[in-house]
């Protein structure tokens, strides 16, 4: 299995997708056709998203396709020499794939060895479930179950920051909440600019400042180049 999950599209100002460029051409060696996932982006007409996505990856000298452009998905699917899955909002992103009929498509062919890369709410699906997302549940996909790919929970955009005079839950809040009722469930909170690799059975953070472990009521800084391997088991 080949997994490059990033917290986010940009890093600070960067370009689109720019600050990963290194990881992505590592992730992308030998492959010259992307099969893209535009279905998260709700407010970004697909077509517009996928001459995004292909304009960043141009470099990189591959043809990138896009899903919503084929009138069979299974088949496309199927097909894909390496699957891209984009950042917007998680549930829409989720309740289209079971719509569709290919979560568990997808994860047999990550599973069989497609490479896989995510961006926000294209990694928050890579987890068990979407139940640490940021997003608000603006539709009811037909479970909350993702693509199962890694045995833990995702939480890309991670930042405990909280505006002075501000009285809602902070991100820390909000994912203790959910270590209350899921002790040993562990969660990779992923700074922007970060990311989640996995080839086969190792699991490296990457990205300058590293990230967080929430589990069992704790939180523990990890630093970049962490071997997480263990959580694989």
């Not at 990138?64 to 909002?89: R, T, Y």
């Not at 719509?99 to 990694?123: E, H, N």
């Amino acid at each position: 299995m080949h997994l490059l999950l990033l917290s986010s599209s940009r890093a600070n100002n960067s370009e689109y997708l720019a600050p990963y460029m290194t990881w992505l051409t590592a992730q992308l060696q030998g492959i010259d056709e992307l099969l893209f996932i535009p279905y998260a982006g709700v407010t970004v007409d697909s077509d517009d998203y996928l001459k995004q996505v292909a304009s960043a990856l141009a470099p990189l000298n591959i043809k990138v396709a896009s899903l919503h452009q084929h009138s069979q998905p299974k088949e496309a699917i199927n097909n894909a020499q390496a699957i891209a899955v984009g950042g917007g909002n998680t549930f829409q992103l989720l309740n289209k794939l079971y719509q569709q009929d290919i979560v568990q498509l997808i994860r047999q062919r990550v599973t069989d060895g497609v490479p896989y890369i995510g961006w926000s709410a294209g990694s928050n699906i890579a987890g068990q479930s979407i139940r640490t997302t940021n997003d608000m549940p603006i539709v009811e996909p037909a479970s909350f179950d993702a693509l199962q790919l890694l045995p833990l929970q995702l939480n890309p955009h991670y930042s405990d920051y909280k505006p002075e005079g501000f009285h809602g839950e902070t991100r820390d809040m909000r994912l203790a909440e959910f270590m209350v009722l899921n002790p040993t469930t562990p969660i990779i909170a992923l700074p922007e600019g970060t990311a989640l690799k996995r080839s086969g059975d190792a699991l490296t953070l990457l990205g300058n400042g590293g990230g967080y472990l929430f589990k069992g009521g704790d939180k523990t800084a990890i630093a970049e180049n962490s071997d997480l391997s263990y959580l694989l088991d």
